[in-house]
């Protein structure tokens, strides 16, 4: 399976962050998966990367060209496509997937957790989306959806459309038997 992994570019996050990351690349090269992302070579984007390249995994980076800065890109990527902008790169990283990992991010991960997201509540993809909450970093974040739910503002079946847990093998055991069809609804949602 092609997983795309959205994750924070930044080296400044703790560790603990960092390790889970590259855990997460580990364990999806062990499990036979290639990784899409954005290219990063810092942060959880670079540490996801890691982890798969110690593996031997595919990587596939899409990277729009003003970031081919010194050091920002991963260099063991088996692919590095560059686009013109940042919507031509999610476009990109959407159509080369089967699934999608939201790790630990900031507001361009949120960006592309909600597109997704909206994709997905929208049918217009019936992929598997997945939530890796490392020391509960999403926590605020899924109590301030369900405040939506309870203000009227969604439904709560958006919050049926995607999988979250700060473990790992839970996560990609979530994405490998996630039944591909329109009408599936998670049988493990967030509490």
Known sequence: MKICVYGAASNEIDRSYLNAGENLGREMSKRGHSLVFGGGANGMMGAVAKGVSENGGQIKGIVPHFFNVDGALFDKCDEMIKT??????????????????????????????????????????????????????YNDLLSFLKNGVEKNF??????????????????????????????YISKTRFS
Do not use: P, Q, W
């Open 154 to 183: 969604l439904r709560e079946s958006n919050l049926e459309l995607f999988f979250v847990s700060d473990d790992v093998e839970a996560v990609l055991s979530y994405l490998e038997s996630y039944k591909n069809t329109s009408n």
């Open 84 to 137: 013109d902008t940042m919507r031509e790169r999610k476009k990109l990283m959407e159509d080369c997937s089967d699934a999608f990992i939201v790790t630990a991010g900031g507001i361009g991960t949120f960006e592309e957790f909600f597109e997704i997201l909206t994709l997905r509540s929208l049918d217009r993809h019936k992929k598997s989306i997945a939530i890796l909450n490392t020391n509960g970093y």
